[in-house]
């Protein structure tokens, strides 16, 4: 009956902000629009569809305004208008229970609270749909106070999660079922995607470990700071980390009293982002002001300090090379070959025509040419690309989206901080240094000795393992041509490099010897 009437009260929700209207659009059956305004008498639809829907979400509680947060990464999926207007939705739900969130940490770790903390702050400082934060301060294993920070899932959201989720799930099913606009904005692979990244964030543990990662992948740096996890004190429902002193990123104005360098701290912020993407491929997927604060410590003055580890990105070595020469190409103008890769990554049909992309790229992209480059979004871009695949079957890769997003939020706040900001001069020497290391010797040296030992290994088995084939394969003789055709280009990257490699040393004896000889002269 309670799953029942929460159905109801959302379909309610859903009539009385007009979201039919925007969903069901080419569904044309005259009884579904009869009801929505029989039970939505004296509605009124006049502001933007965006706006609607985000106080729609508003209205429904916690769990749908998350997954409003989710659905805004999905720029592919979305109208531009409607996926800004969902990122403004904002986690206002009061906290609960001081009582409550010392009983969780008390049942986490079997101790009273008076037994693990030297002093505990009742009154959260933040609180969330997930999860609220306490203050505190506990011994550590050498016995030193040590001021930190205690995030404390909220009770019971498990069972709230799911129900919602069914829920969502069934109306998903509904929508889809109903009408070709709901098919396009594939609303049940939207909803399987939000599932995950909640159950994900369920597990507080997951989160402390992204942050540890995080924190050693950035310790030489010395650009941003990321709290410790005290990890015997990181459980499922509760976790413990280093509490972290800074101004919030937001507050331009105080940071700018601290003498804080305004337009560097904007280009110390791309810096960290494409560290993160093109060297690590781990990278702080949400990164908005709410999660960035600015140290002013003697110490650490003027470096950033991230918060919450919810979300991360990781990227492979061939995600970043998509990323790495579709930018580069694109300040180029070289749209040819931004067509290419978009095939050669296997995300376009390998029937798509080379030329007929080529055009679609090149009238999505050359009308940001005629603005100096400081004012090109490269999240923009990224996002019009994306648009621009999708015209050609493309499935966009889930970990793009999430990192496009993420750009879009550093460029927006890189430029809030200094609206002179020229993105691409601050993010192209990582694109170039990234390419060199891919393509350079010393890339062929680290690939060559990660290999070794298993060459050595399925050497001497090589003859009879070829035996073996030759005996029981059938011909197959187009299988069998495709597959010398791959190791033939495989073999004939790697004598390429080699002869680069050959090049470079005769070139260096010659060197050698010039001087040399210049010396006795």
Known sequence: ?????????????????GLDELVLSSFQKPWLRLLARVVSVGRQLDAPRGQRIREALERLGP????????????????????????????????????????????RAFGKKISDIFVSFEREPVASASIAQVHFGVLKDRQGRDRDVAVKVLRPGMLKVIEKDLSLMRMMAGWVEGLSADGRRLKPREVVAEFDKYLHDELDLVREASSAAQLRRNMAGLDLVLIPEMIWDFCMTEVIVMERMYGIPISQVERLRAAGVDIPKLARDGVTIFFTQVFRDGFFHADMHPGNIQVSVAPATFGRYISLDFGIVGTLTGSDKEYLAQN????FRRDYKRVAELHIESGWVPASTRVDELESAIRSVCEPYFDRPLKEISLGLVLMRLFQTSRRFS???????????KTLLNIEG???????????????????????????GPAKLFAELRKEAPQYAKRFPELPRLFYDFLKTSKPQPDRLMAELLTEQKRTNRLLQRLGYLAVGFVLGLLAVQFFAHARVF
Request: aromatic share 14%.
């Open 413 to 439: 706040l890189g430029r809030q901080l200094d609206p002179d900001l020229d993105l691409w001069n601050t993010a192209k020497p990582f694109l170039e240094k990234w390419m060199i290391d891919e393509i």
């Open 394 to 404: 493309v499935e966009i890769q889930p970990q793009l989206v999430l990192l496009q």
């Open 63 to 106: 769990i749908f305004v998350k997954f409003g947060q989710v659905l805004s990464t999905r720029r592919d999926l979305l109208p531009l208008d409607i996926a800004d207007e969902l990122a403004r939705l904002q986690d206002r739900v009061p906290p609960f229970g001081s009582d409550v969130a010392i009983a969780s940490i008390e």
């Open 1 to 17: 009956m309670i799953r029942l009437l929460r159905g109801f009260y959302i379909f309610w929700i859903c009539f009385r902000y």
């Open 327 to 330: 930018f580069t190409a694109f």
